[in-house]
């Protein structure tokens, strides 16, 4: 019964301290496994790839409707430029874990130009190697944790379902799972 105690006050500065604040005021960083301004991601299902690369994110204003959004923008460092955008309807979040939601394909396609994305909530979607053997992905439900968030850098792990398209074959349905973590750096996504 001893050691219970023990394990729980152990437990208890594991997963507070590193969220404790300096004698600034300034929480202390949280760390991953990453540089500054990358991140890593792995697809797995029907299409099944392992994806490096650069990370950054942008604070952003509709021209047409003057509404505030905020999107992740995660780029290969590969020849084939893959990327991933994870985006909401909101300025930056804080910290916190959000929900991943379904996109509206009517929007993609062009019949409704119109999202909505509730707060707290993002879409994400992926593109493999632009061009004639594209495969293209929308989220269907997961989840994204920012551990950080700050005007300079956004840190965290995404984990989320997804259906897809592969140009190549129009017919072919494509399922996969896409988890992954990145350590986004602020930037503008209109010049990545």
Known sequence: MRYYG???????????LPAC???????????IDLDPASFEMTITGDFMATVRGSAIFSEITD???GEAGFVI???????DNSSLALATGDG???SGTYQIVNVDEDVLEGIDDEMEIAPGQFVAWYQDNPGAEMKLFFSNSGY?????????????????DADG????????????????????????????
């Open 165 to 192: 398209i592969d140009a190549a074959d129009e017919e072919a349905e494509l399922s996969v799972e896409i988890s992954g973590q990145f350590y986004a750096l602020g930037g503008s996504v209109d010049h990545f």
């Open 73 to 79: 923008y995660l780029v290969s460092h590969g020849g």
């Open 144 to 160: 994204i944790t920012l551990m950080e968030s700050n005007p300079t850098a956004v840190v965290g792990t995404f984990e989320f």
């Open 6 to 16: 023990l394990l729980l006050s152990l437990l208890f500065m594991f997963f507070l």
């Open 63 to 65: 021209p047409d409707t």
């Open 21 to 31: 604040e300096d004698d600034n005021g300034v929480a202390d960083p949280i760390t």
């Open 92 to 94: 930056r979040p804080g």
